[in-house]
């Protein structure tokens, strides 16, 4: 191959290029906002792990774990995997920190790159990110209804219309026996029909049957209608009923959905997914209990709940609805410089500006790029400098919305600054001024 050769971005993978970066602030801010509000703290965790983690959380059948994950051997032969989702990072470092001994629950919150070898189309990539939450410690079934509530109150804080929460239950861990055998006894009657991927996951883990997505399949497993509700044990419905009612007075506006199993084999009890309806549902995040899981991963017994949403799907949401994303880096005042001798009195009016705590914007590209720059910043005023008013010891002050102009003495510069801004009611903060 030649040296020389174009390299190109591995399929399945983006770059986000600085157009983006609107919409990835908002999710990102409104995300740590919303979840510090309602009590989560931050985690940051690595990005790789050793493989078993998630054989033994996500589940080894599941498609995420056999199909999906990139797995590797470090230079001491040990098998590593990169993170295909959060959950299980978060509950080995809370077994590993001992946080069990500390007040319950615990309630964390993360925000960053997952990877899955999935097929890349619309909407799926090989290194997505997710923001996700997690509550440890208490099996309350107003705990899920809270958690639900969190995610629904960030998805309206971030503007988005037409959110579902689609909800079912898993039951406990013996419920869950029992709804599987039902689910066996169903599909064994039409075994000879299901895919060959089927057949095999139908003796090794029957619910994975419900997740494969040829027509095939699913036009037998959207017969199962109510077979695994059917067969939820009386706790397990009671408990159920309770979080249904608690999401009732919180006004959720959620549908029960009897298929929905999730893709990981870690669910008890309650499962969700947040969909956006339009012209097609998306699904743009999903989440559940997980009772036992903690245990199973050498803790103590220990309930959990948690929820991740994918942040390319969420932004696609909003792109979809044309939501109105706000600049969130707002700058008071742009400084336009046009020639050598006006750069350099700009960083001397940049530094005065700068002083007395205004948030000043400038660039040192050519005139058009400061142009479209200080229209793309939406600042409220540009000052303007050519080699004229480096002689006058003046520059052009201008405001943007009604897009007139005048001419202000260096000396008086900042003070007038500030007051142009005080009238149009931006609150402006000055550290200092004569
Ligand atoms: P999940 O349903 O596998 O759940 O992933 C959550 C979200 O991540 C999906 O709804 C989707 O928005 C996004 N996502 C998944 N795969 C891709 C992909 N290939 N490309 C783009 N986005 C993707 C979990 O990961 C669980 N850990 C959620 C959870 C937290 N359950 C309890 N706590």
Excluded at 249 to 255: A, L, P, S, V, W
Excluded at 272 to 294: P, S
Excluded at 401 to 411: A, F, G, N, V
Aim: proline share 4%; net charge positive; hydrophobic share 40%.
């Amino acid at each position: 191959m030649s040296t020389k050769q174009k390299i190109q971005i591995p399929r399945g993978l983006k770059d986000v290029l600085p157009d983006e970066q609107k919409y990835w602030f908002w999710l990102e801010n409104n995300f740590y906002s919303v979840a510090s509000m309602a009590g989560f703290e931050r985690i940051i965790l690595p990005t790789f792990e050793s493989t078993n983690l998630f054989k033994r959380s996500v589940g080894e059948f599941t498609d995420i774990v056999s199909k999906e994950m990139y797995v590797f051997k470090d230079k001491s032969g040990n098998s590593m995997a990169l993170r295909p989702e959060g959950t299980a990072g978060v509950l080995r470092a809370y077994i590993e920190h001992g946080m069990h001994a500390l007040p319950q629950p615990i309630k964390l919150f993360y925000w960053g790159p997952m990877f899955r070898y999935d097929r890349p189309q619309a909407g799926r990539f090989r290194e997505f990110w997710q923001f996700g939450l997690e509550v440890l410690g208490d099996p309350n079934p107003l705990c899920d209804a809270l958690v639900i509530q969190t995610v629904v109150k960030y998805h309206s804080k971030l503007g988005l219309k037409d959110v579902v929460v689609k909800i079912n239950s898993l039951g406990t861990t013996k419920s869950r026996a029992k709804m599987i055998s039902a689910l066996t006894r169903f599909l064994s009657k039409h075994k000879k029909d299901l895919c060959a991927n089927c057949q095999r996951r139908l003796k090794i883990n029957p619910l994975r049957v419900l997740d494969c997505k040829t027509s095939k399949c699913r036009s037998i497993t959207e017969e199962t209608g109510t077979v695994l509700i059917d067969n939820l044990d009386e706790v397990s419905k009671k408990r159920f009923t309770k979080v249904l009612e608690y999401l009732d007075d919180m006004q959720i506006n959620y549908e029960l959905d009897p298929g929905l199993v999730r893709g990981l084999d870690y669910y008890t009890h309650t499962v969700y997914e947040v969909i956006v309806r339009g012209n097609k549902d998306l699904a743009i995040g999903g989440g559940g209990r997980y009772d036992g899981l903690i245990e199973q991963l050498g803790g103590p017994d220990v309930a959990g709940i948690g929820y991740a949403g994918g942040v390319e799907r969420t932004i696609n949401a909003l792109k979809e609805q044309a939501v109105n994303i706000p600049n969130m880096i707002q700058s008071d005042v742009f400084v336009i410089q046009l020639g050598a001798k006006a750069k350099i009195k700009s960083i001397k009016v940049i530094n005065d500006l700068d002083r007395v705590g205004l948030r000043v914007a400038s660039s040192i590209g050519s005139i058009r790029a400061q142009l479209s720059e200080a229209s793309k910043m939406n600042t409220p005023l540009t000052i303007i400098i050519g080699e004229q008013e480096v002689y006058d010891k003046n520059v052009i002050l201008r405001d943007m919305k009604d897009r007139s102009q005048e001419t202000i003495l260096d000396r008086n510069l900042v003070k007038m600054v500030i007051k142009k801004l005080e009238e149009k009611g931006i609150n402006v903060k000055p550290l200092s001024y004569d």
